[in-house]
Nanobody, 125 residues
Framework: QVQLVESGGASVQTGGSLRLSCEASGYSSSPRFMAWFRRGPGKEREGVAAIGTRAGSTYYADAVKGRFTISQDSTRNVVYLQMNSLKPEDTAMYYC??????????????????WGQGTQVTVSS
């Protein structure tokens, strides 16, 4: 059974930085995509960043481009989300997700089968 465990969420002030981690285990085969999603207060879940684990291709939502960076340590099945210049609108529960096949829309939550429990990020002004 695939398990994803997120960590690194915290409360920070505007302009601060955080690094989220997602450790994956229980794979029968290597994941093809890993991604970060978030759900803010009163908002729908949205894709934040994704990475194709074989080629290392990355995808970002417009709202985080230039501020967030997704990366992976494939030897440890860990994916990171470096978040800089944080804004109050980044406040959300952040979820890690993965899928063992290729996907057409890496930032669409419908593409992903396995999800973590989430880690809370709160940005105060």
């Amino acid at each position: 059974q695939v398990q994803l465990v997120e960590s690194g969420g915290a409360s920070v002030q505007t302009g601060g930085s955080l690094r989220l981690s997602c450790e994956a285990s229980g794979y029968s085969s290597s994941p093809r995509f890993m991604a970060w999603f978030r759900r803010g207060p009163g908002k729908e879940r949205e894709g934040v960043a994704a990475i194709g684990t074989r080629a290392g291709s990355t995808y970002y939502a417009d709202a985080v481009k230039g501020r967030f960076t997704i990366s992976q340590d494939s030897t440890r099945n860990v994916v990171y989300l470096q978040m800089n210049s944080l804004k109050p609108e980044d406040t959300a529960m952040y979820y890690c997700a993965t899928i063992l096949r290729s996907v057409a829309s890496p930032l669409a939550d419908r593409e992903y089968k396995y999800w973590g429990q989430g880690t809370q990020v709160t940005v105060s002004s």
